[in-house]
């Protein structure tokens, strides 16, 4: 059964690292209902006065807003305080530069508050993610017809088949609380793309599922200094790998017959993971760069039998470590696997 005895429905945890410029617009698209918790982590900043924003909405909304102060840990280390503080039957992370759509926000109140009247225990409600290019004015939404039956509680052995680019992000996802911390899910500090360890290392403890089919996430792209800007992504390569390392060695795929789509699932994602990764060496093109996307296929060899094939069976995975014309081409591919994976355009 759900957790009744909250009377937080959702704790929205919002990450600030130097925010003040965009963080008012993302704190007050969560306002507006009382059984909702807003956790500010005020992640260090030193360069303008996001410290002080935050503890004006503390003070301004001391029922809902709470205020987290710590030194500089990066993303993870912010949504882990966020993880560990909550008090909601769910949570959901929102960065500080984007914002929830108003109508997909009541619509999603509305649906967690039904599942917690019928006392139904949803272990990941997913909803639409609306990817917003900034600079031109261009969108894309990343929706799961096909892949996950809406308006009903469902379990893995339900769930249809994802499409090349559908993937539950974090940004698509609202966890039950419980699941997180069960989970023993850790997120290291100070690393860049954690955001994909967060969504995956989970999904073992995750039972049941609701596909709530409306545009809730509005996610922000486009500015030079975003982790997903190319520029950046080709700079923090060793990163990729390295997150990559760590859904490899520290999740083991579920082998339960009745988790066959789970594990399938996972699988596929950590294989756009490896690809990305792979693709974005290749485009750097340097010795170490390439050497490091070598070093990726030598560490799934490493892998035990059953994961190892999961993996070879991805063309694209198999295709990241192929060389000369045929590899590049299917290098070249892998790269716009990685730009729909970090920035979804």
Not at 42 to 70: E, F, N
Not at 156 to 170: A, L, P, R, S, V
Request: proline residues 4%; charged residues 20%; aromatic residues 8%.
């Amino acid at each position: 059964m759900t957790d009744t005895t909250s009377p937080v429905t959702i704790s929205f945890v919002v990450p600030c690292f130097n925010s003040a410029g965009y963080m008012d617009r993302c704190i007050g698209s969560l306002l507006g209902a009382d059984d909702v918790e807003i956790i500010i982590v005020d992640d260090g900043s030193t360069l303008d006065d996001t410290a002080a924003k935050a503890d004006r909405w503390q003070a301004d909304h001391p029922d809902i807003v709470k205020v987290i102060h710590q030194t500089n840990k990066g993303h993870g280390g912010a949504v882990m305080a966020g993880v560990q503080a909550a008090q909601g039957v769910w949570l959901a992370v929102v960065d500080s530069d984007d914002r929830l759509d108003p109508d997909g926000l009541t619509a999603l109140l509305a649906r967690l508050r039904q599942l917690l009247r019928d006392g139904q225990q949803v272990d990941l409600v997913v909803a639409n993610c609306v990817f917003e290019h900034a600079p031109t004015g261009t969108s894309k939404t990343m929706r799961f017809h096909g892949a996950l039956p809406a308006n009903r509680v469902i379990r893995w052995d339900e769930t249809g088949t994802f499409g090349n680019w559908q993937h539950i992000t974090m940004h698509s996802a609202i966890f039950r609380t419980q699941v997180l911390r069960d989970s023993g899910m850790e997120l290291p500090e100070n690393l860049y793309y954690v955001d994909n360890i967060y969504v995956y290392a989970p999904l073992p403890y995750v039972k049941t599922l609701y596909y709530l089919p409306v545009d809730l996430y509005r996610y922000f792209i486009g500015r030079d200094d975003q982790s997903v800007n190319e520029a950046v992504l080709l700079r923090q390569l060793d990163q990729h790998i390295l997150v990559a390392r760590i859904m490899m060695d520290t999740v083991e795929l579920p082998t339960a017959p009745e988790d066959r789509k789970l594990a399938a699932y996972m699988a596929g994602f950590l294989g756009k993971v490896i690809t990305a990764s792979a693709a974005l060496a290749t485009v750097d093109g340097s010795p170490q760069a390439l050497a490091s996307r070598y070093a990726i296929w030598r560490h799934i060899d490493t892998l035990d039998k059953a994961f190892r094939t999961k993996l070879k069976r991805q063309v694209l995975v198999v295709g990241s470590n192929l060389p000369g014309a045929a590899g590049r081409a299917i290098a070249r591919t892998g790269y716009h696997v990685a730009r729909r994976i970090y920035r979804f355009m």
